[in-house]
């Protein structure tokens, strides 16, 4: 393995991740070969070893990648959102379109959610991703936190992760059902608890 200290070999680098997250997303970890992810960035099979010190590595990075994207989404939805106080239900469907996502029967996004709790699951197995995922979840956090205080919620850090556990949980059971909603198991979950682990804060 070598670092890719030009501009072409960044590019194939990036290439090469970007081909791993997208076999990722379609077809969960099994997906993520070396000659599937060369042959899906049209690059020669010795590249992804050229690039990467080995599979681990190079999946490690394809995560990292699809969670920052994810994290850009979750960015963009709260750009427009106003400072304000919000009951529990406007709260908390600010929470779930950020954590979950905006109404929809579109079957790639329920892939999308799929393929993000599966890598919440591998991370328990594989060191690397531990250290990926924490470095999102931080992230992740500073996000939640910034959509609370615009909502005129009181921010607890150590509140923060039971926010996201209370909807992680509802979104892996509902995932299992016959007919999955995601966003209302999430939504009813969080509705009650959110005036305790976020009150509104005090005029």
């Known amino acids: 393995m070598t670092t890719a200290t030009t501009p072409k070999g960044e590019r194939r680098r990036q290439a090469l991740v970007a081909a791993a997250a997208e076999l990722l997303l379609e077809g969960g970890f099994d997906a993520v070969r070396h000659r599937s992810v060369a042959s899906r960035a049209d690059l020669p099979l010795a590249s992804t070893t050229y690039y990467f010190e080995s599979l681990d590595d190079l999946i490690a990075r394809?995560?990292?990648?699809?969670?920052?994207?994810?994290?850009?989404?979750?960015?963009?939805?709260?750009?427009?959102?106003?400072?304000?106080?919000?009951?529990?239900?406007?709260?908390?469907?600010?929470?779930?379109?950020?954590?979950?996502?905006?109404?929809?029967?579109?079957?790639?996004?329920?892939?999308?959610?799929?393929?993000?709790?599966?890598?919440?699951?591998?991370?328990?197995?594989?060191?690397?991703?531990?250290?990926?995922?924490?470095?999102?979840?931080?992230?992740?956090?500073?996000?939640?936190?910034?959509?609370?205080?615009?909502?005129?919620?009181?921010?607890?850090?150590?509140?923060?992760r039971r926010v996201v556990a209370i909807v992680d949980g509802a979104v892996v059971g509902a995932l299992s059902e016959r007919e999955p909603d995601p966003r209302r198991s999430a939504r009813g979950a969080l509705l009650e608890v959110i005036d305790i682990v976020a009150p509104q804060e005090d005029r």
Request: no cysteine; glycine share 6%; aromatic share 4%.
């Open 62 to 160: 394809a995560v990292e990648f699809s969670g920052n994207l994810e994290l850009d989404i979750m960015r963009g939805r709260i750009g427009d959102v106003t400072h304000r106080r919000r009951a529990a239900e406007a709260t908390v469907e600010l929470i779930v379109d950020l954590l979950v996502g905006a109404p929809s029967h579109d079957a790639a996004d329920q892939e999308q959610l799929i393929s993000r709790y599966e890598r919440f699951i591998a991370s328990a197995r594989h060191p690397e991703l531990r250290e990926v995922q924490s470095r999102l979840r931080a992230q992740l956090d500073d996000i939640l936190a910034d959509v609370l205080r615009r909502s005129g919620r009181v921010v607890r850090q150590e509140q923060l």
